[in-house]
């Protein structure tokens, strides 16, 4: 699968208005889906219990007035005209803002950071000096550097946004598509209808999560149009009922009947704002998605189409729930209420499709983000399927989608209306904009220079409004906020427990890293046999050498001709070019053919398949000895600190660099290079040879190194990985001992182990164990 290509030159970034308008019709299907679908369940949560509709209309007023200054100052203001601006090199999201951070001032979470990485294309793409920096933003650089305290705080903080996303990632879908199918109740008795509603919720969420292994590229040329007609539908109904019902609603878009409506209903009216909230839900999409689509594709989608069609939607409700005033009970109060009678059933139908694709959003943005999550280290491990070769981000992880389906039946089963539904969607929703409004705060006095003036206006201005809308929902948490508490818990400790054992397990490495000197001592055959072949040896180090190869050396009687220490890492940024993509170094002098290939992957990167990683690590060894200069051969001098590394790309992004040819004939083919094929006439078997350009001219020495590498790629490649046992070390605090013993050690045999490593045949694979006391 060659994704990087596609990535590499992708289109989404021209500035065309052609480009632009393709990609803001896209974006309505993924990034707004689930925005669209707020108006079936806003006023329905906002009248649940806390207030009561009464013929002055104060009520209904003052819920139009707020719904049309929150829609107009959070998605509208803070997040489509200034929270977009903060793209981590074209990515969105809280671990984007995240990473931005951590490229500003060194506070990464990454164990094994090099000054290399500093040096990446995307990485110091707008990075300021810091002679150019103001004078606050020196100070408070400096001090995130200087504390780790703060460093974990800055961590913590992201790691909430993250989990409440995931836990709207649970609560969303159940709420879309129960609001969706309560229009079942207009056509039935009270008592019959939550006989139908919760099935055929069920019934929708199973299906809806049953189909993401075939990939959102199979069913998404619908999903605009969906929406679309939505918008339409929602947007000619609001007018129609603003005509026939009430022409002066609009009335109350005025700030003053927010005032009156607080007067008149008081504690009532702060706590019906946790409902009023959910106007809002979907939000975050929008800078999470940027990354798939542009700044100004999603500016024009939201301003144009998506803002004016919830705002008619919305005053079309309140229009006509303003003339009717006697209603059989106050779950009635919704949307389907609104709709002409005529109309409802096919209404009903469009209404339980935008809800499939809003859901639909929501589950491929969280299985987005836990792959980021994964990747910088923050949680296990898992199973990530590429479902479109051609689009980038479109993956399937199997364990979070049946846990995501699973947890969404119980909420759905277990609250059965909107109310609590509504409740704890809310608290999820709001808590992600506070962690967006804390990190973009950081984000405009670091990464963009800005006066602290202008970050303190920010975060006191958008962060007052959230922090109302964030009281009113906490209230509610005997009433269904306490799940999206108690889901992001158990998915914050599940990552803090697993990058506190990761970082353990790196820092134990290095601690124990086997001294150079010690290799010398064994000569070039190491003291043992060397037999043909590749010895591909995993580690999470990015110098030295580990103390796992002592053990081999130590006890088997033989080894690889040639071996290379692995590192698979992940840097914060979101892509790494692919002719960036190696850094090939050596360890210890020439004859020992000891290599070390540092494989450095960004946070939203795919990772190739076995085949083709292996054949990209082999030609980017070539490539370093075919490229490397006589002089640089060190012989025995103290590399431990001096290992010169040098940026190889991938085969596709170097086109006039070493290629590997691996044919299954034995007949003989002419190479252009001083490198010739060595021939086996026993039997037929898969031979290799490189291609090396004409120019410039190689020495003696690296083609006699080139032919053992290409000697020991016939023989085969061995992947030899460290099976480490982790535990806490002897008056280790209890927290300690349950933290490494039982959580990280649970985590660890539950996952899955490094990517490259999963279409490996198990002949080709060796395991050694080892005990790691941390």
Known sequence: MDLEGVISDSPLKRNSWKTVLTLAYQSLGVVYGDLSTSPLYVYKSAFAEDIQHSETNEEIYGVLSFVFWTLTLIPLVKYVFIVLRADDNGEGGTFALYSLLCRHARVSSLPNCQLADEELSDYN????????????????????????????????????????????????????VFSAVSGLELSMSKEQHHYVEVPAACAILIFLFALQHYGTHRVGFLFAPIVITWLLCISAIGVYNIIHWNPHVYQALSPYYMYKFLKKTQKGGWMSLGGILLCITGSEAMFADLGHFSQLSIQIAFTFVVYPSLILAYMGQAAYLSKHHTLESDYRIGFYVSVPEKIRWPVLGIAILAAVVGSQAIITGTFSIIKQCSALGCF?????????????GQIYIPEINWTLMLLCLAVTVGFRDTKHLGNASGLAVITVMVVTTCLMSLVIVLCWNKSVFLAICFIFFFGSIEALYFSASLIKFREGAWVPIALSLIFLIVMYVWHYGTVKKYEFDVQNKVSINWLLSLGPNLGIVRVRGIGLIHTELVSGIPAIFSHFVTNLPAFHQVVVFLCIKSVPV?????????????????????????????????????????QDLVCSIAEFIRSEKPECNVGTVDMEHDEKMTVVGTTSSNLDGIRLCEDEELSEMIDSSEVKEVKYLEKVKKRVRFVVPESPRIDLNAQEELQELMDAREAGMSFILGHCYVKAKRGSSLMKRLVINLGYDFLRRNSRGPSYAMSIPHASTLEVGMIYLV
């Open 125 to 176: 793409k707008d990075v300021i000096s810091s002679n150019d920096r103001n004078v606050f933003g020196s100070s408070l650089k400096s001090t995130l550097e200087k504390y780790r305290v703060l460093q974990k705080v800055l961590l913590l903080l992201s790691l909430i946004g993250t989990c409440m996303v995931i836990g709207d990632g649970v609560l969303t879908p159940a709420l879309s």
């Open 380 to 392: 296990p491990r898992v199973k990530i399927i590429h479902t479109s070769s051609k689009v980038h």
């Open 574 to 614: 979101p892509h790494v070019r692919p002719e960036e993509r190696f850094l090939v170094g050596r360890v210890g002098p020439k004859e020992y053919r000891l290599y070390r290939c540092i494989a450095r992957y960004g946070y939203r990167d795919v990772h190739r398949d076995g085949l083709e990683f292996e």
